[in-house]
């Protein structure tokens, strides 16, 4: 495997190409949401969660970061072992909230993503299999939650050093001017 690090924007039109990209995966998130497909929209969401969360890590660590590190890592690295200590480690603690919001929605995601079709001893082993994606509904909707919390706050943080992140103006905002991305 190629070591591979998350791009910085504003080269080349980076920036203008991520944001169309993620106008479209999150419209595909909402109609997801809408069919309820569930577990689409969760692998969707798990993608933009963690590219929001390795430009903030790139941000923070003042260093590039790998392209294939899970949302659980990032967030992990985040959060660090030792905030007033580790300089490479988020300092806000609002911030610090979102990300640990977002790790509990990963362990989420991952039984959702890889739990779904499993058959165990458990009070859901008598559930169709229907009625098991249907239960991921909430995950899906917490995703997007916590996504839009996460973009607000790292949007704010960039406003005060006069910057804007490819998600601006509005790319997770479902009530948007209805020109729709193209897919």
């Given at each position: 495997?190629?070591?591979?690090?998350?791009?910085?924007?504003?080269?080349g039109g980076?920036?203008?190409?991520?944001?169309?990209?993620?106008?479209?995966?999150?419209?595909?998130?909402?109609?997801?949401?809408?069919k309820e497909?569930?577990?689409?929209?969760i692998?969707?969401?798990?993608?933009?969660?963690?590219?929001?969360?390795?430009?903030?890590?790139a941000?923070?660590?003042?260093?590039?970061?790998?392209?294939?590190?899970t949302c659980?890592w990032?967030?992990?690295k985040?959060l660090?072992?030792?905030?007033?200590?580790?300089?490479?480690?988020e300092?806000?603690?609002?911030?610090r909230?979102?990300?640990?919001?977002?790790?509990?929605?990963?362990?989420r995601?991952?039984?959702?993503?890889?739990?779904?079709?499993?058959?165990?001893?458990?009070?859901?082993?008598?559930?169709n299999f229907?009625?098991?994606?249907?239960?991921?509904?909430?995950?899906?909707?917490?995703?997007?939650?916590?996504?839009q919390?996460?973009?607000?706050l790292?949007?704010k943080?960039?406003a005060?050093?006069?910057k804007?992140?490819?998600?601006?103006?509005?790319?997770?905002?479902?009530?948007?001017?209805?020109?729709?991305?193209?897919?």
């Amino acid at each position: 495997m190629i070591h591979a690090i998350r791009d910085v924007g504003g080269h080349g039109g980076l920036g203008s190409r991520r944001h169309e990209r993620y106008r479209a995966a999150f419209d595909r998130v909402m109609d997801c949401v809408e069919k309820e497909y569930y577990l689409e929209a969760i692998a969707i969401l798990d993608s933009l969660i963690c590219d929001r969360l390795s430009s903030r890590l790139a941000y923070v660590m003042g260093s590039d970061v790998d392209l294939y590190w899970t949302c659980p890592w990032l967030c992990g690295k985040l959060l660090g072992k030792d905030p007033p200590k580790n300089a490479r480690c988020e300092k806000d603690q609002d911030f610090r909230n979102a990300v640990r919001d977002i790790q509990k929605w990963a362990d989420r995601r991952n039984e959702a993503l890889h739990s779904t079709a499993k058959v165990l001893r458990s009070d859901t082993s008598r559930l169709n299999f229907a009625a098991i994606l249907r239960s991921h509904r909430k995950d899906a909707v917490d995703g997007i939650k916590y996504l839009q919390v996460f973009d607000a706050l790292d949007t704010k943080s960039r406003a005060s050093v006069g910057k804007k992140p490819a998600s601006y103006p509005n790319a997770f905002l479902p009530k948007r001017s209805r020109t729709r991305s193209r897919r």
